[in-house]
């Protein structure tokens, strides 16, 4: 059994992106590009997980991912 008081407590941080509304906006690899960007603007950093949620549109599905990571020095 794992001893609770001795956990280590951190904060991991997010962000979230999606294409622009309109034509283009079910584009996964088009998306996955952008979020490929965003992460290399962070700097360094570790990337624990990556989520994708679609949204469910009149026009088409909107798919869009969080990133949860943190600095390679935390």
Do not use: C
């Not at 008081?5 to 979230?16: D, G, P, R």
Request: glycine share 6%; hydrophobic share 35%; aromatic share 6%.
């Amino acid at each position: 059994m794992r001893d609770h008081q001795h956990m280590e407590s951190w904060t991991i941080k997010h962000f979230s992106q999606a294409n622009p509304e309109g034509a283009g906006q079910a584009d996964l690899p088009a998306l996955l590009r952008r979020v490929a960007d965003s992460i290399e603007n962070l700097g360094p950093v570790e990337v624990q997980d990556l989520v994708m949620h679609t949204e469910i549109t009149a026009d088409d599905d909107r798919p869009s991912l969080t990133v949860y990571y943190h600095g390679a020095e935390d």
